[in-house]
Structure formats: C-alpha cells, structure tokens
C-alpha cells in the first residue's frame, strides 16, 4: 500500500502524511504478534492486527503532525494519541497515515484544506466530498482499506457518497472525542469509512466504547457490529438478506427541490431493492427539515467560535513573533493562521452567541434542534430505519462551488439533521451517477 500511495498519491493529494517508517515498525510488530499467538490453538487475533488504517488530520496521532488542514497547527505534533488511536494501536493495526481535510473539519470538498485539493479517485477532475476527502479518496483508491474521519454534519457519509464508499457516522457518545480536534462539541463524532459494510462495521466495533476522557461518551456496551450483520453479509455469502418485518421510512421532505433526478432515480431503486427483499416500506415526515440547515449554520458556527478562540498564537497554534504588542500578536496569528471559510464561521458565531443575539439566534436555534430531534422520535416510532440521499448530487467539480458558501452548506442539507439529533447515520453506495461506460466501474484512470 505505501508503494501504491507512492504511485497514485500525486494525483489524488489524499494524504497529508504518509507515516512510513511508524507503519512499518507497526506492521513487524503485528507479524511478531501474529507470530507469537500461531500455534496457540484458542488464540484469536483482532481482526485489525497487521490491517493499515488511515487517519484524519483532525485526529490525534502521538509524534506525528496533526494540522487540522490549517496554518495555524503546521507545526503542532501532539504528544499524546486520540482515544480511538490507542484503540487502533491495541488492536494491532497499523497507521498509514493522516490525511486531507478542510481546515478543522469545516467544508464539504476538502478544498479549504490550507495545503492541498485531494482529487475524486473517480474522476480527477471532481472534489471527493468533505471534509473528509482525504480519508475517503484514500479508501476509493484502495491506497488502504479503512480510515477514520469525523462528522459534524455530514463529513463522512457526504464525502463516502461522493466516492462511492461505506462511511458511518456513530451516535453521538458512542466514540470518545479524546484526541479529536474540537469544531463544534455537541455535533462532532469520528466515524469509519470502508469499501463494504463489514469493514466499516469492523473498523467502529474497534474504536467505540466509554472513555472516561471524554464525559459526552457513553457508559453502554458496544455491541458485535460485524456478527449483528448476518449470514448474508458475510464475505463470500451470496445468499440475499431477508428483511421481511423491518419497516423502512422514506421522508416525504427528502424528495423536493435540490435534489438531482438522477441521484433521485438511483436512490429510488434502491429502496425498491429493500421492498423487493421484504421490507415494508412507508412514507414518513420530519416536517421540520427544512429548518436543519440554518440551525446547524448557527449552532456550529457558535460552537466553533468558542472552541477556535484557544488559537491565540500564544496558548496554541501559529505565533506572530515579529508584532509589537500583545494585542497585535493575537490579530497577526489569526490572520495569517485560519483561512476564509474559518473566519466567516467564527465571525458567524461570534455574533449569534454575542449579548442581545443570544436569545434571537444561539437559543431559539436550540429550541429548533429539539423539535428536529423530536421529529425523528416521532418517525421511529413507525419505522425501524429512515432512507434517503446521502448527498443531493454527485461529486461536483473542483472550483465549482468554493466560491459560493451557501451553495457549498447545501450539500450536506441531507445529512445535518443526525447531527443535530445525535442519531447515526450510514451512507451506502447503492449507484452511480455520471460515471462513464468504459471506466467500467473502476475507479477512473487508476490502475
Ligand atoms: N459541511 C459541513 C460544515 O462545513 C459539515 C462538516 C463536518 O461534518 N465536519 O460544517
């Protein structure tokens, strides 16, 4: 894998850093390991022992730069490891290394990375989604099996639909957030990407469960992920899953203006794909979706001024040496360190949490998350599971939205909701939109 990232990675720009010499110190210790348990008749290895994982640059990995895709951290290098790291590490898994994001996680293209633009392994010339491209674009180009991203409104099931892989995003609590660099506390979740369920599934059974480092995760067992997939599941099984007795819902608000046809038609086949194999499925109605959008672009944004103001340049991140007062030294450091969409955000926050708009905004915007949260509290007393579009449209193409912020939050006008809810959310490649005839449905111009 680290040859075939040293062959494509040029072109795709998925990894912020390749940890070489980490990962292959990691790899012989897991063949000792392996080594070690062979013989032993009731010895089972984790599943991950030897498996290389990439990592989010938003995430912590002990001695290796963590940047956020952001100026302001080019030279942090933490010196501990994120909870779900040292998860990995026990498992044996092996870390490739971190890759592209926006910058803290804030964008849906992983264009307002501060260093590079990661290419959709699809099609060069389209974004992988975001803001965790890196980690998608790595996986749909097979430069390595699994990754961690995280999400705050969408940023691993957007960028899994636009790359044509499976990405979770967890209940909120269910994954500790030790080690996650903060964008905004009350929504963030780190999540798994994989090329079918089972690895994804593997990838999170591994890393959820209480840590007491983080008080928003929660103290409840994590249950067998890949064993609650059944038979048909199986690698290797071709026998087709029988849904019969599982009621599917189809929001009636998911299906309007904005979403693309064709991405609708794939999507709807889908879900006659599941009526097909016996499920039951009916119409639901979250009927305050269409307030989502402008609750997350509050509440986030609040969030994130809050948890961004520690990047003074003199308790974390970039410093302005050369400014001649205090006040200055603040100003300089977090003008050169964050870029455009960073500042709007935290000038955004800053004037909905500010004295005299705090009620008008901040408030009535949590008001309204309840009542979305509620309205997923009403829809599961009917069904067992909730379908829809991952993303109204395809991978768009690089440039064509970066400079147009409201057309860029509507991509993720699908996947905020979960967020807002602590609910999960799963997106699963069910199509293709777009995609040429004779890329045969391999990843465009990759060997
Ligand atoms: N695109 C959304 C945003 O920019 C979601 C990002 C995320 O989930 N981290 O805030």
């Known amino acids: 894998l680290l040859d075939r990232t040293a062959q494509l990675d040029d072109q795709i720009q998925a990894y912020l850093a390749v940890l070489a010499d980490q990962a292959l110190a990691q790899a012989a210790e897991a063949d000792v390991r392996r080594q070690e348990l062979h013989g032993d008749d009731l010895a089972v290895p984790h599943p991950l022992l030897g498996v290389p994982v990439a990592v989010k640059d938003v995430i912590c990995v002990s001695g290796a730069p963590t940047t956020?895709?952001?100026?302001?951290?080019?030279?942090?290098?933490?010196?501990?490891?994120?909870?779900?790291?040292?998860?990995?590490?026990?498992?044996?898994?092996?870390?490739?290394?971190?890759?592209?994001?926006?910058?803290?996680?804030?964008?849906?293209?992983?264009?307002?990375?501060?260093?590079?633009?990661?290419?959709?392994?699809?099609?060069?010339?389209?974004?992988?989604?975001?803001?965790?491209?890196?980690?998608?674009?790595?996986?749909?180009?097979?430069?390595?099996?699994?990754?961690?991203?995280?999400?705050?409104?969408?940023?691993?099931?957007?960028?899994?639909?636009?790359?044509?892989?499976?990405?979770?995003?967890?209940?909120?609590?269910?994954?500790?957030?030790?080690?996650?660099?903060?964008?905004?506390?009350?929504?963030?979740?780190?999540?798994?990407?994989?090329?079918?369920?089972?690895?994804?599934?593997?990838?999170?059974?591994?890393?959820?469960?209480?840590?007491s480092r983080d008080s928003t995760s929660m103290p409840l067992p994590v249950p067998d992920y890949v064993a609650g997939l059944g038979a048909g599941t199986a690698l290797g099984a071709d026998a087709a899953p029988d849904l019969n007795g599982v009621r599917v819902g189809v929001p009636r608000e998911y299906w309007g203006e904005g979403l693309d046809e064709a991405v609708g038609d794939v999507v709807r086949a889908a879900i006659d794909q599941l009526a097909a194999l016996g499920a039951e499925v009916r119409e639901v109605s979250l009927p305050h979706t269409d307030y989502a959008l402008p609750v997350y672009y509050l509440i986030a944004p609040a969030e994130c001024s809050a948890n961004l103001a520690r990047y003074d340049g003199v308790r974390f991140g970039l410093s302005a040496p050369d400014a001649p007062d205090i006040w200055e030294a603040y100003r300089l450091a977090r003008e050169r360190g964050f870029g455009a969409e960073v500042k709007r955000r935290i000038m955004l926050g800053t004037f909905a949490l500010s004295a005299g708009y705090?009620?008008?905004?901040?408030?009535?915007?949590?008001?309204?998350?309840?009542?979305?949260?509620?309205?997923?509290?009403?829809?599961?007393?009917?069904?067992?599971?909730?379908?829809?579009?991952?993303?109204?449209?395809?991978?768009f193409k690089i440039g064509e939205k970066v400079d147009d912020p409201m057309q860029m939050y509507l991509s993720d006008v699908f996947t905020l909701s979960c967020n807002l809810a602590g609910i999960c959310g799963l997106s699963l490649p069910c199509g293709f939109v777009g995609v040429p005839e004779e890329t045969d449905h391999k990843p465009a111009q990759l060997p």
């Open 358 to 395: 705090y009620d008008a905004f901040y408030l009535k915007a949590q008001k309204v998350r309840t009542l979305i949260k509620g309205d997923f509290d009403a829809a599961f007393e009917q069904v067992d599971v909730i379908v829809g579009s991952t993303s109204p449209t395809p991978a």
């Open 68 to 211: 956020c895709g952001s100026r302001m951290l080019e030279n942090f290098v933490p010196p501990y490891d994120a909870a779900v790291v040292t998860r990995l590490k026990d498992a044996g898994a092996v870390l490739l290394g971190k890759t592209n994001t926006d910058e803290f996680a804030m964008g849906s293209s992983t264009e307002n990375s501060a260093y590079q633009v990661t290419h959709n392994p699809w099609d060069l010339q389209r974004v992988p989604g975001g803001s965790s491209g890196g980690s998608a674009a790595a996986v749909a180009a097979e430069m390595v099996p699994i990754a961690l991203g995280s999400d705050t409104g969408g940023s691993v099931r957007q960028p899994a639909a636009l790359c044509g892989i499976v990405g979770i995003k967890p209940t909120y609590g269910r994954v500790s957030r030790y080690g996650l660099v903060a964008y905004a506390s009350s929504l963030d979740q780190i999540g798994a990407f994989g090329r079918d369920v089972r690895d994804a599934a593997l990838l999170l059974g591994t890393v959820a469960g209480h840590d």
